[in-house]
């Protein structure tokens, strides 16, 4: 059975950094495109971040050179490093395989 | 970058069929997946490759394409279905959603 468990959330103040773990069972994550996708409070679905099974990552444009996606294949985790966070970035942070298996998603908020 | 464009609701009384469009240029080349989304949820996948319904999703969701287009349609809408619907597609690395579409069914 897939599952993704992501963890990591929390209150942050701007400026400030966080990283995003979802640690994968029932496939590997290395096989598959893994996403980050997120949702702000009483807003729709934003896409993040994608790695693909090569490794190529790819960005929102309200994110590039903030946010990196990246895996650990020896501990079937895929991470989201976030840094220069901004109070626009406040949402519920998802990840999901071959984007068709969500996780439960893990909080962030940004605020002083 | 490509943008998909929803209606911000529909609703339809319990039995009922209930129709939610997606439009962008991006549909004309690429496939589009439909999520859907109660509160507090995660999304779950009920439409990939325009009309595919992955295994566990009720035979009265179905999914179909014209053009720059896509249409969810749930036949005999149930009180359960009543959920936010999202639209989504991707190409050239650029992966877009659309604003989603409140679903009431009463």
């Known amino acids: 059975e897939v599952q993704l468990v992501e963890s990591g959330g929390g209150l942050v103040q701007p400026g400030g950094s966080l990283r995003l773990s979802c640690a994968a069972s029932?496939?590997?994550?290395?096989?598959?495109?893994m996403s980050w996708v997120r949702q702000a409070p009483g807003k729709g679905l934003e896409w993040v971040s994608v790695i693909y099974s090569g490794g190529s990552t790819y960005y929102a444009d309200s994110v590039k050179g903030r946010f990196t996606i990246s895996r650990d294949n020896s501990k079937n985790t895929l991470y989201l490093q976030m840094n220069s966070l901004r109070a626009e970035d406040t949402a519920v942070y998802y990840c999901a395989r071959d984007m068709a298996d969500w996780g439960q998603g893990t909080l962030v908020t940004v605020s002083s | 970058s490509y943008e998909l464009t929803q209606p911000s609701s529909v609703s339809v009384s319990p039995g009922q069929t209930a129709r939610i469009t997606c439009s962008g240029d991006v549909l004309a080349k690429k496939y589009a997946r439909w999520f859907q989304q109660k509160p507090g949820q995660a999304p779950v996948l009920v439409i990939y490759k325009d009309s595919e319904r992955p295994s566990g999703i009720p035979e009265r969701f179905s999914g179909s394409s014209s053009g720059t287009t896509v249409t969810l349609t749930i036949s005999g809408a149930q009180v359960e279905d009543e959920a936010d619907y999202y639209c989504y597609s991707a190409a050239d690395n650029n992966v877009v959603f659309g604003g989603g579409t409140k679903l009431t069914v009463l």
């Open positions: 029932g496939f590997t994550v290395s096989s598959n495109y």
